[in-house]
C-alpha cells in the first residue's frame, strides 16, 4: 500500500527566503508523485507531478521538487518566498498498479511573513 | 486541463436531512473522484465514479449513506444522506482521463455544515 508522509504540518519563512516542505513515501510500485496547493476557500490546483521522467521536476510560479528513489523524498522548493505562496501545501501518491488512486499526506501549511 | 464547478458552494443542513452534491466538468473526462476533507484535515477519497457502472467505495464510505451518480462524463452527484453533525466537512469532486500518471483538476468544494 502507498502512504504519503509529511514531516512538517507548519512551515513559516519570511518573504524573499527558501522554502523547503518536506515529503516521503513509501510505495510498492513504481510511484506518481504530485503537489497540489491549497489556497483558503479555493479549490487544489496542480503544482507539479513527477511521472518517472526527469527526477527534478519544475512547476508553476517558481516551485520544484526532486525525486529521490533512494531517499523515498520527494521535497517541494522555492528559492524565494512571496506572499501568495501563503497556503497549506500537499504531497500525494499514486501507484502505478494501472489505474489512478490518489493517496494525500497530512498537509504542510506554508505561512510567509514580511 | 479541465474546470470542474460544484454545487451549493457551502450549506448549512439539519440533521437527518440529504444533500445531493453536483459537480460539473467543462470537458469529458473517464473518471471522476469523491474526496472528504473533515476540519483541518487532509483529503481523504469516498469513492470513484464511472459512467455507466457502479461507483467504488473506499474502505469506510458505503453507498446508502453516500449514494452517487455518473449519468455521462461530464457530470457525476454525491448525495450525503441522513446527515448528522460528523458528516460536516468539505466535499470536493475531480475529475481526470484516468491513467494513472494522469492530472486530477479539483473542483472548488462544497463546505457542509450540519447542525
Known amino acids: 500500500a502507498q502512504s504519503v508522509t509529511q514531516l512538517d504540518s507548519h512551515v513559516s519563512v519570511s518573504e524573499g527566503t527558501p522554502v523547503l516542505l518536506r515529503c516521503n513515501y513509501s510505495?510498492?510500485?513504481?510511484?506518481?508523485l504530485f503537489w497540489y496547493v491549497q489556497h483558503p476557500n479555493k479549490g487544489l490546483q496542480l503544482l507539479l507531478k513527477?511521472?518517472?521522467?526527469?527526477?527534478l521536476v519544475k512547476g508553476i510560479n517558481g516551485f520544484e521538487a526532486e525525486f529521490k528513489k533512494s531517499e523515498t523524498s520527494f521535497h517541494l522548493t522555492k528559492p524565494s518566498a512571496h506572499m501568495s505562496d501563503a497556503a497549506e501545501y500537499f504531497c500525494?501518491?499514486?501507484?502505478?498498479?494501472?489505474?489512478?488512486?490518489?493517496?494525500f499526506g497530512t498537509g504542510t501549511r506554508l505561512l510567509v511573513s514580511p | 486541463s479541465a474546470v470542474i464547478s460544484q454545487k451549493p458552494s457551502r450549506d448549512i443542513c439539519q440533521r437527518g436531512t440529504s444533500l445531493t452534491i453536483q459537480c460539473q466538468v467543462d470537458?469529458?473526462?473517464?473518471?471522476m473522484f469523491w474526496y472528504r476533507q473533515q476540519p483541518g484535515q487532509s483529503l481523504t477519497l469516498i469513492a470513484t465514479?464511472?459512467?455507466?457502472?457502479?461507483?467504488?467505495?473506499e474502505s469506510g464510505f458505503v453507498i446508502d449513506k453516500f449514494p452517487i451518480s455518473r449519468p455521462n462524463l461530464t457530470f457525476s452527484t454525491l448525495t450525503v444522506s441522513n446527515m448528522s453533525p460528523e458528516d460536516s466537512s468539505i466535499y470536493l469532486c475531480?475529475?481526470?482521463?484516468?491513467?494513472?500518471?494522469?492530472?486530477?483538476?479539483f473542483g472548488p468544494g462544497t463546505r457542509l455544515t450540519v447542525l
Open positions: 500525494v501518491v499514486s501507484e502505478n498498479t494501472g489505474f489512478q488512486k490518489l493517496v
Open positions: 510505495s510498492s510500485y513504481s510511484p506518481s
Open positions: 513527477y511521472t518517472s521522467a526527469a527526477t
Open positions: 470537458s469529458q473526462v473517464t473518471m
Open positions: 465514479a464511472n459512467q455507466g457502472s457502479e461507483a467504488t467505495y
Open positions: 475531480s475529475g481526470s482521463r484516468g491513467e494513472v500518471t494522469d492530472t486530477q483538476y
